[in-house]
């Protein structure tokens, strides 16, 4: 029994660690490969104004803003349990909806590699910046990761989802009525 017991902190320990998502990608590589490039907003977000931040994808000075269509800012960390949930859902509806609304998605409070390796193990194909100072989230004003804003193509703010459990299906629903489109 104490052997057991002198176990278990090791067992536990043991599930905690490798790649919680069970990706299928390799973590052969010292760093992160995921180097989805992003292209600079041209209208500021109402409450974050004219911020640039670092591209996660290759590192380039990017203003998070519109681009003459909506945007879903998608606010997410490695870190954060319920965005590994979400991310998969983000990715449907990005998959799905991307010719007609754009996705930023924000990794927040975390570090480049830790976000890279998450966009990598989740097969994410939007763009997203990196925010350690968390200067979007508190912009807008949302309480706590996860958190989506849907921002009009004038750069105003139409509505906050801050409730985790978002599905591709609810986003769409959430981003169309929001957008006045008919999204997938």
Known sequence: MK???AALPLLLLAACTGN???????RSADEPTWSVPCDPGTTPVEGVGALELDCLGDGAPTAVG???KPLV???WA???VP???EAPEIEAFFQANGDQVGVLGVDTADTDDAGRWFADDFGMTFPSVA????????????PALPGIALVNADGTVADLIVQP???AESLAEAAGAAFGLELA
């Open 3 to 5: 052997r057991l017991l």
């Open 20 to 26: 919680p998502t069970n990706a299928e990608t390799p």
């Open 66 to 68: 519109a681009d003459g």
């Open 73 to 75: 800012v998608v606010l």
């Open 78 to 80: 490695s870190w954060c």
């Open 83 to 85: 965005c590994q949930a």
């Open 131 to 142: 925010d350690p100072d968390e200067a979007v989230r508190i912009g807008l004003g949302v």
């Open 165 to 167: 459990g978002v599905t």
